[in-house]
């Protein structure tokens, strides 16, 4: 059964905003931590931001300043907010949760982000 789901991707201008949102089963939104994936064409997968079941956060030094996660546990939902989009954050985004050494065990189907000029 689906248990991530995202949604929020989409066309924006460099310097425009978008924001992200992945509705989790309850069972997975109590994953220690959960977060953001992007893979753009051709480029390595990056971790884009984690949150931890504490609301504890880290980002990638690519979008520091300029994304931020969060959560609401009452609706069982993270958030990637996007600002100031530049072309280079145009990729798949995906949310994943359940953190284990090298991998997370649940990932996401993507969602779109295209930044054009």
């Known amino acids: 059964q689906v248990q991530l789901v995202e949604s929020g991707g989409g066309l924006v201008q460099a310097g425009g905003s978008l924001r992200l949102s992945c509705a989790a089963s309850a069972s997975i939104f109590n994953s220690n931590v959960m977060g953001w994936f992007r893979q753009a064409p051709g480029k390595q997968r990056e971790l884009v931001a984690t949150i931890t079941r504490g609301g504890m956060t880290n980002y990638a030094d690519s979008v520091k300043g300029r994304f931020t996660i969060s959560r609401d546990n009452a609706k069982n939902t993270i958030y990637l907010q996007m600002n100031s989009l530049e072309l280079e954050d145009t990729a798949v985004y995906y949310c994943?949760?359940?953190?284990?050494?090298?991998?997370?065990?649940?990932w996401g189907q993507g969602t779109q982000v295209t930044v054009s000029s």
């Open positions: 994943v949760a359940d953190a284990r050494i090298g991998r997370y065990n649940y």
